[in-house]
Structures are given as structure tokens and as C-alpha cells.
């Protein structure tokens, strides 16, 4: 069965600071991996996605993720946060197969100091 | 209306009553899926339709009853809940026929007393 595991429940960064926020997943084949992010009282927002090709991946507002098949990871970075950024991010794997089933990791919460 | 939209945002019940959610998705797509967010737990997948077909149903009590009248209209019927059901239910939707992300709603906040 495929999972995800987000190590880290809360970080804390300044603003201005580089933020990594790290994933790694479980899975038997090519995994779909997303990255989406929570504002409080929200839905989730995709922020970016792998599904093949170039290992390093663009998203909105600035960030990037890097999947790498030999660590089962795929880490979240940002080059620097902004306070906007506080959130509560995502990690989730993907299986093959017309509907999307998906599991998502148990979440990172990101505070941003000033 | 864009994306993907949740009805009512906020709902209180008692243990007694009977309530729906309501979801609707402006994107085209023709699956939809019902998730349950609580406080440190992951997101839990409830259901999914794909093609207006239920493909989903991962253990869930059957005081929660979904129906999906059409592929942009997805429904959870709720009745005689109980307090540990407090939670965001959040509704998303996807292409079911290419690989691609899944589009949220922005979720309807549950309490149950």
C-alpha cells in the first residue's frame, strides 16, 4: 500500500529565510506525487505536481519540489518565505488509474516569524 | 461560480438530526470524492464517484450516505452522527479519465453535539 510520511509536524522560519519542507513516500511504482497547501478555514491548493519527466518541478507562488526515486523523497523548497506562506502543507502520493486515489501525509504545519 | 463550492460552511447538529453537504464543481470533471479532515490525523478518503459510479467506500458508517446525482453535484446525507464526527469534510473533483490533480473545495466545518 502506498503512504507518505512528512517528518516534520511544525517548523518555525524567519521571513526572508530559505524553507525545505520534507516528504518521503512509499510506493511500488512511478508514483503521482502533489504537494498542496492549507490556509486556515480552507480547502487544500495545489501548489505543484509530478508526474514524469524533469525531476525538479515549478510551482505557484514561488516554490519548487525535487523528486528523488533513489531517497523516495520529495522535498518542498522555497528560496525565501514570506508571511503569506504560513500554512499548513501537504504531501501525497498518487496511484495509477483513472480516479485519483490519494493519501496525503499527516501535514506540516509553517509558521513564519518576522 | 468557479472551481469548486461547499454548502453550508459551517453546520451545528444534534446527534438526532439529519443534515446534507452539499458539493458542486464547475470544472468539467465526472469524479468527485468526499474527504474528512480531523485534528492530527491525515485526510480521510470517505468516497468516490467516478463517471457517476460510487468506486469508493472505505469503511464508512452508514450514518454517512453519499449520492452523486450527476457529475457535478456530489451530496453527504447525514444522520444520527455521533460527537467524534466533528471534523471538515472537504469535497474535491478530478478528470477521472487523465492523470492530474484533484480540485478542492474549501470545506464545511462539522460540530456535533
Known amino acids: 500500500a502506498q503512504s507518505v510520511t512528512q517528518p516534520d509536524i511544525h517548523i518555525t522560519v524567519s521571513e526572508g529565510a530559505s524553507l525545505e519542507l520534507r516528504c518521503n513516500y512509499s510506493?511500488?511504482?512511478?508514483?503521482?506525487l502533489f504537494w498542496y497547501v492549507q490556509s486556515p478555514g480552507q480547502g487544500l491548493q495545489l501548489l505543484l505536481k509530478?508526474?514524469?519527466?524533469?525531476?525538479l518541478v515549478q510551482g505557484i507562488k514561488g516554490f519548487e519540489a525535487e523528486f528523488k526515486r533513489s531517497q523516495s523523497s520529495f522535498n518542498l523548497r522555497k528560496p525565501s518565505v514570506h508571511w503569506s506562506d504560513a500554512a499548513e502543507y501537504f504531501c501525497?502520493?498518487?496511484?495509477?488509474?483513472?480516479?485519483?486515489?490519494?493519501?496525503f501525509g499527516t501535514g506540516t504545519k509553517l509558521q513564519v516569524i518576522p | 461560480e468557479t472551481g469548486v463550492t461547499q454548502t453550508p460552511r459551517h453546520l451545528v447538529m444534534g446527534m438526532t438530526n439529519k443534515k446534507s453537504l452539499k458539493c458542486e464543481q464547475h470544472l468539467g470533471h465526472n469524479a468527485m470524492y468526499w474527504y474528512k479532515q480531523s485534528a492530527k490525523k491525515p485526510l480521510e478518503l470517505m468516497f468516490v464517484?467516478?463517471?457517476?459510479?460510487?468506486?469508493e467506500n472505505n469503511s464508512v458508517p452508514s450514518r454517512f450516505s453519499p449520492e452523486c446525482p450527476n457529475s457535478s453535484h456530489l451530496f453527504l446525507h447525514l444522520h444520527t452522527l455521533q460527537p467524534e464526527d466533528s471534523a471538515l469534510y472537504l469535497c474535491?473533483?478530478?478528470?477521472?479519465?487523465?492523470?492530474?490533480?484533484?480540485?478542492f473545495g474549501p470545506g464545511t466545518r462539522l460540530t456535533v453535539l
Open positions: 501525497a502520493v498518487a496511484h495509477s488509474g483513472g480516479y485519483q486515489k490519494v493519501t
Open positions: 464517484y467516478s463517471l457517476e459510479e460510487r468506486v
Open positions: 509530478y508526474f514524469s519527466g524533469d525531476t
Open positions: 474535491a473533483s478530478s478528470n477521472a479519465l487523465a492523470y492530474n490533480e484533484q480540485f
Open positions: 510506493y511500488g511504482a512511478t508514483p503521482y
